[in-house]
């Protein structure tokens, strides 16, 4: 009988660990990465303002090909949805909120928990053939959820995906 309740003892403290640990770890996140395109600004802003376009450099879409899709609207403008359904990435949507034209694209992002998270493109003129690309979101992880974020980054995700939209675009 004592080795059963060590092990139940155990087991509660290997649990409660992460629980208490996560009361301590912020709720809030951004992360954002940015990269240069030689190509024109109104090409580019072209491009990554149509939601379907991310299936060609986002890295989530490239790594489950038989991710089911499903869309409402008009892609590249305010209120096209863009529906995700995957064995390794789960169920979600994507919505564009607000289009300024050439210069920024505002999603919001349902993960199916927690409130939907903020995620934008922002493009910026270097030069005539140069354009600054910044993907990023915002956003704010329900507890225990956000105990997550101490092992995963959402960044080095946005810097593959802009290597991969650069190499995209440039070729």
Known sequence: MKIIKRIVIA???IIA?????ALFVPRDF???KS??????VTEVFDYVKHVKNQDN???????????????EGTDGTVGFVY????E??????????????????????DFGFGDPAKAYFITREKSTDQTNVTWGITGRTPY????????YDMGNDFEQGLQNLKKELEK
């Not at 450099?57 to 869309?71: A, E, N, R, V």
């Not at 529906?83 to 995957?86: A, T």
């Open 88 to 109: 390794s990435m789960g169920k979600g949507s994507q919505k564009i909120t607000a289009i300024e034209d050439g210069k920024r694209v505002d999603f919001e992002l």
């Open 57 to 71: 450099f986002g890295i989530w879409q490239l790594s489950d090909p038989d991710m089911k899709k499903s869309y």
């Open 17 to 21: 660990i992460p629980l208490i640990v």
């Open 35 to 40: 990269i240069v395109i030689n190509k024109p």
């Open 11 to 13: 087991l509660l403290i």
């Open 83 to 86: 529906h995700w359904d995957s």
């Open 144 to 151: 225990p959820f956000n105990f997550m974020s101490l092992f």
């Open 30 to 32: 951004k992360s954002e």
